[in-house]
């Protein structure tokens, strides 16, 4: 099952009904950021599942707003720091995977299909890499 929503409870809820399909959520960092606790109730429901989070550094969604109407120098208070999920996901006791080439994602995802701690996957993007 692929979920894509705002916040991991998809995901969480998604292994909670379905117990026996791999889990799937795709994320953007803004999003992903919202419920990232959530990975330690996830842990201790033993509940895993796989996490994509396309990590442009930004609000994506307040970004593209902002260069359609204002141009580059229009952004302003949307971009973020990097944030390493990865490393995160390691803190709280899930595995962190960080990949840098396209080619690396469904190894990723087939390595975290078979753990059985939540597995997140921080992918770094361009500045709203998907909406440009």
């Known amino acids: 099952m692929i979920f894509h929503d705002d916040n991991r409870y998809d995901g969480l809820a998604g292994r909670f009904f379905c117990p026996n399909k791999q889990i799937l959520l795709l994320s953007g960092d803004g999003s992903f950021g919202f419920t ?3 990975l330690e109730a996830a842990l201790r429901q033993k509940l895993p599942f796989v996490a994509v989070v396309a990590n442009d550094m930004c609000w994506g969604i307040v970004t593209v707003g902002q260069r359609k109407f204002c141009g580059e120098d229009g952004v302003i208070a949307s971009k973020t720091s990097e944030i390493h999920f990865d490393k995160v996901a390691d803190a709280f006791g899930a595995n962190g995977i ?3 080439d396209p080619r690396e994602l469904r190894k990723a995802i087939l390595e975290g299909f078979s753990s059985t701690r939540p597995t997140i996957i921080n992918v770094p993007i ?3 890499g998907p909406f440009l």
Do not use: N, R, Y
């Open 36 to 38: 990232i606790t959530e």
């Open 98 to 100: 960080k990949i840098e």
């Open 126 to 128: 361009c500045v709203a």
